[in-house]
């Protein structure tokens, strides 16, 4: 699929929703040879990148966001789906001059979960897919009329303990983030479900709206279109 579902931070318990722009549903384009994701892309609850703060090794500020995951399992997840997964490393993407971790993870329940253990061993049973996460990455703004994206070292994959200790350090920035030690921005921390948050709050005392359950939009057939981009490998 190629929907851009995100994490709607400004909104109250902070919903998946598709991303628009220009008031237009915001899809990913197709950088041939790759159609839409190239895994199951989501992201860590009860993460933060900090944009206060500067990485000590990609010397750029966080992205503001939860932690990107891409989960690199046989089955495709339903969107809002929960699983738990095995980390096994991590890119750092540096997307319009901000740090932005991609952590690569298998689900635990995939055949091959118990193979996986860190970064090496995806390259051995799943050869060449992070060179092509790590081209999809680099170009796939391009079509949009973005430069191609950079990265932290050189697009190497740091190993599962480089990566065990991003994770913990952006949940602990969202531990301060959610006590009120940083400034929140515009992000709301409304909740029901963190006992220590000064934001908690009744579900009975918001302004919920009932389901809804509408046909899905029209699909514009130009999001079908390849783009063939200089540089980009088969």
């Known amino acids: ?131 092509a996460t790590n081209e999809w990455f680099r170009i796939y703004k391009i079509p949009d009329g973005k430069p191609e994206n950079q990265f932290a070292f050189s697009g190497e994959c740091k190993n599962r303990k480089y990566a065990m200790d991003v994770v913990r350090e952006c949940a602990e920035a969202w531990e301060k983030l959610i006590t009120g030690k940083t400034s929140k921005g515009e992000i709301s921390l409304a909740n029901t479900s963190v006992p220590h948050s000064n934001d908690r709050t009744d579900a009975a005392k918001l302004n919920i709206p009932k389901g809804d359950n509408q046909p899905p939009a029209p699909i514009d057939p130009s999001i079908d279109k390849w783009f063939y981009i200089s540089g980009a490998s088969a």
């Open 1 to 131: 699929d190629s929907e851009c579902a995100q994490i709607s931070k400004e909104d109250t318990l902070n919903p998946i929703k598709q991303d628009t722009k220009k008031g237009k549903l915001r899809f990913v384009r197709n950088c041939f040879p790759h159609k839409g994701y190239l895994w199951n892309y989501g992201a860590f609850p009860q993460t933060w990148e900090d944009p206060n703060a500067t990485h000590p090794e990609t010397k750029a500020k966080g992205d503001n966001d939860p932690l990107d995951v891409c989960e690199i399992g046989e089955l495709v997840a339903k969107p809002g789906e929960v699983k738990q997964v095995k980390v096994l490393g991590t890119m750092a993407l540096l997307d319009e001059g901000e740090t932005d971790w991609k952590i690569i993870v298998i689900d635990v329940n995939d055949p091959l979960a118990p193979k996986l253990n860190d970064i090496e061993d995806v390259e051995r049973h799943l050869p060449g897919l992070l060179r």
